[in-house]
């Protein structure tokens, strides 16, 4: 099966066929089952509107597939309560048959964690993965060129904390930053925190040994802003061929979205480690349940208020608008609230 258009207008096209002669029998919903880790042969690298690359784990050769028809169509008529915005995503282990040109993606297993973010469209938000069973998250920042960003940072800590991803926040550019009179990093209260916090320049190499040391054997999706340098640092880790890089832009100081869909590169051929580069988002906004928020900002929790069921938003004074992290969590309560009262009428 082929099919050139966006991947929305496939299900439209699938919604409006005419109803077949046998309309008025009872039409029974297609079975969706997720197939066994041990039937599943490759893993998704990449994934375009009518279909998707991946690698075999037999030769790691990267091979093209359409979607079963069957397959697709049972998947979609899965009563979801958020519909992901592509049948499968970098990382989901699959089943792909045939050979050649005509090589059928079959069946995909159940996923392990994922980082997700809510993508609008037309009809409401739905759930764009951006990489799946994946261990760990290297959310990659800049001291300067695009500016670091906290409310990112917060965002995309809020995603891994609810899918229980590891997490390693990196600040490249570091050839960039100047620390004037000795002042704090913007990113010294994460270094202070739990979090592993990476220093790095790709121009310089600074911090790339540990941080290359912190990938190798694991399976990470990289993440950040547009122009961070996620596709620079991955040519370091595993090799100048991949990716392509694009300068920021230099009246806006902001990345070109050079990187435009997520992208596995393998790093063990027997599938125990890759890297997945994403593309440069300007918007994040964590799949998370609202009043679970506050949770993942752990600072929060043991405050009085929070005791007490308060969510630190509806205009009481409340404890946590004294917490360098307030007014990001803020910001993000009321984004997700937007969504998520939009997707529910
Ligand atoms: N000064 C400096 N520039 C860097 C460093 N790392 C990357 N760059 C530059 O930053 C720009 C953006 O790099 P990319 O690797 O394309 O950034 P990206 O995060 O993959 O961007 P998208 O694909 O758009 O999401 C390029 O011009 C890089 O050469 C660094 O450590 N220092
Ligand atoms: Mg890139
Ligand atoms: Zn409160």
Known sequence: MSFSGSWRAFKNRER???????????KSVPVYTPIADQDS????????????????????????CSYKRSWLKA??????????????SAGDRVRVEGIGVQRTLTGRTDRGKRLSRYAPGKDGHSAHVMACNIDQVLLVTSAK?????????DRVLAACLSEGLEILLCINKMDLHSAFNNEL?????????ALKVFEVSVLTGQGLVELKEAVWKKKTAVVGLS????????????GESIGRVGAVSSSTQKGKHTT???????????????????????????????EDLGNYFTEFRDLPCTQNGCKHIEGVVCDAERLVRYPSYRKIYLSLRRIQNENAT
């Open 145 to 153: 060129e695009p500016d670091f960003n906290s409310v990112f940072v």
């Open 185 to 193: 990093p913007e990113w010294n209260f994460y270094q202070n925190s």
């Open 16 to 26: 409006s066929r005419p109803p077949k002669k046998s309309a008025g029998r009872k």
């Open 75 to 88: 998947l979609l008529a899965q009563p979801v309560p958020l519909k992901d915005r592509t049948p499968v």
């Open 41 to 64: 042969n490759a893993v998704v690298s990449r994934v375009f509107s009518d279909g998707v690359m991946s690698y075999l784990d037999e030769t790691s050769e990267e091979v093209q």
């Open 260 to 290: 435009t869909t997520s992208q596995l590169y393998l790093i063990d051929r027997k599938r125990d480690a890759f890297a997945i580069d994403t593309p440069g988002v300007r918007e994040f906004d964590p799949v998370v349940a609202l």
């Open 227 to 238: 122009g961070a340098g996620k596709t620079s640092l991955l040519r370091k880790l595993l």
